[in-house]
């Protein structure tokens, strides 16, 4: 283990890291068949001035986005919007919010040119198994959608929808070959009428 931290630290610039060991005896294997080195990629981190919390989307979970964004390209063409459901946690004392998993759009949503609709269609379900696969540390926590070939600023209809649905959500903007993103928190105290 001495070698190893002497390792990493002579190599800084790598990102986080963990390293495994196999003592279990069972298997009479030696080098790298028991040993293991994860190296970690940094969650994309977005500011979000309103309330000061930080969005940090772990470098999978862009990768199901682009995904799904890709689908849809194939599926509706690049100029429907598309989108999903988020899952993480929010850490409303350190106020970042952990974007987990990323679903696409539920069965019942509607994708078009002019905007997309988010359905509800066993959202419910999939919270329910996160929350129970994960001991309660992932659960919903907002939507996602895109503007093909433009930029990730919330249109009038999004703060709208939020107003509504009152959670957290991200747009994408771009293409899946050249994505821009932005991330946003809102809050229902954001539209109590004073």
């Given amino acids: ?3 190893l931290a002497s390792k990493w630290l002579a190599t800084p610039d790598k990102g986080p ?15 790298p068949a028991r040993e293991i080195e994860f190296v970690l990629e940094p969650p994309i981190a977005f500011p979000e001035g309103t309330h000061g919390y930080e969005i940090r989307l772990p470098q999978e979970a862009l990768k199901s986005m682009l995904t799904w964004i890709r689908r849809a390209e ?8 598309t989108g999903g459901v988020l899952f993480g946690q929010i850490d409303e004392f350190l106020k970042i919010v952990w974007i987990d998993e990323v679903s696409g759009p539920p069965p019942d949503s509607v994708a078009s040119p002019q905007g997309f609709v988010c359905g509800t269609a066993g959202v419910s379900a999939s919270n329910k198994e996160k929350v129970a696969r994960s001991s309660g ?9 895109t503007h093909p070939e433009g930029l990730p ?24 070959a050249r994505p821009v993103l932005s991330a946003g928190l809102y809050e229902r105290a954001d539209y109590v009428a004073t």
Avoid: K, Q
Avoid at 137 to 145: D, E
């Fill in 17 to 31: 890291r963990a390293f495994a060991i196999d003592l279990s005896g069972e298997v009479a294997a030696d080098g």
């Fill in 137 to 145: 540390s992932v659960a919903f926590v907002g939507m996602w959608h």
């Fill in 1 to 3: 283990m001495t070698n």
């Fill in 153 to 176: 600023i919330a249109s009038t209809t999004d703060l709208w929808a939020m107003r509504e649905l009152l959670r957290d959500g991200g747009i994408v903007g771009g293409t899946s």
């Fill in 74 to 81: 194939r599926v509706h063409g690049d100029r429907s919007e």
